[in-house]
């Protein structure tokens, strides 16, 4: 039995242990990043909130990008941390990335937001700072200022479209019959890679709902939900096709 093709789309650098997953499983895997992350440049009002960051309760990490575009910033400022201030991430993996720079880090068992404000107690927190990436999702601050919370955002990356003109080809020679797509970003250059009909044979694994509708709304259905980004839900889920 031929071992199924298995498309990785993360950015470069995030897929290693995937792949190394995923081969052990008995798929033939293909790295072939969609997107690409860049650091965004502060302007005053996020030079401010790293400023001021000992007037919040709470400072949230939403990724491990978050956390490598994010910590220079505060580090430059604040050689020594707020005493009161709280860390959370949105999981371990966030959770590891903050661990290197000797903060304890709230993070919960079932990674996202959901998780994060039903783990977290948010009772005596008035102020929190977000660090995430340009134009992330807004679960988080919603949750929060639905609970009376004030909220700002700490942008320091954006993720950037990178089709691959190769690919369309490559899913025929290579008989690549799977892509696990991890951001919704990465739904624009992925049908940009691949021709609708190629693509729409193919099976999709995505970490959630709203990425499932952007892939709809292009007139796709053989989609996927592993309900997380982790390696562990994505390789669950591949193993049910």
């Not at 951001?183 to 709203?210: F, H, N, Q, Y």
Request: hydrophobic share 40%.
């Amino acid at each position: 039995m031929t071992a199924r093709g298995v498309i990785l789309t993360r950015p470069m650098g995030y897929n290693s242990e995937f792949m190394r997953r995923i081969t052990d499983a008995g798929y033939h895997g293909v790295e072939r990043p969609l997107l690409t992350i860049e650091e965004v440049e502060q302007d005053e009002n996020s030079k401010a909130r790293v400023i001021n960051l000992d007037h919040y309760d709470v400072v949230v990490f939403v990724s491990r990008n978050a956390v490598r575009y994010g910590m220079p910033h505060l580090t430059g400022r604040w050689p020594q941390w707020p005493e009161r201030l709280r860390w959370c991430a949105v999981g371990a993996q966030t959770a590891d990335e903050l661990h290197r720079y000797d903060v304890n880090v709230i993070y919960p068992e079932n990674e996202g937001a959901e998780g994060l404000l039903s783990t977290m107690d948010w009772q005596d927190a008035d102020k929190v700072l977000i660090v995430r990436g340009k134009g992330g999702l807004t679960a988080l601050r919603d949750g929060l200022e639905a609970q009376s919370i004030t909220v700002d955002y700490l942008e320091v990356y954006e993720r950037v479209g990178n089709p691959h003109v190769t690919l369309h080809q490559e899913v025929i020679d290579l008989r690549l019959d799977v892509v696990v797509l991890t951001s919704g970003e990465g739904v624009d250059p992925l049908c940009a890679s691949i021709a609708a009909d190629v693509l729409s044979e193919m099976t999709i694994v995505v970490p959630s709902e709203r990425v499932k509708e952007m892939l709809v709304e292009k007139g796709l259905h053989n989609i996927l939900v592993s309900g997380s980004t982790s390696d562990e839900a994505m390789l669950t889920t591949l193993a049910s096709i």
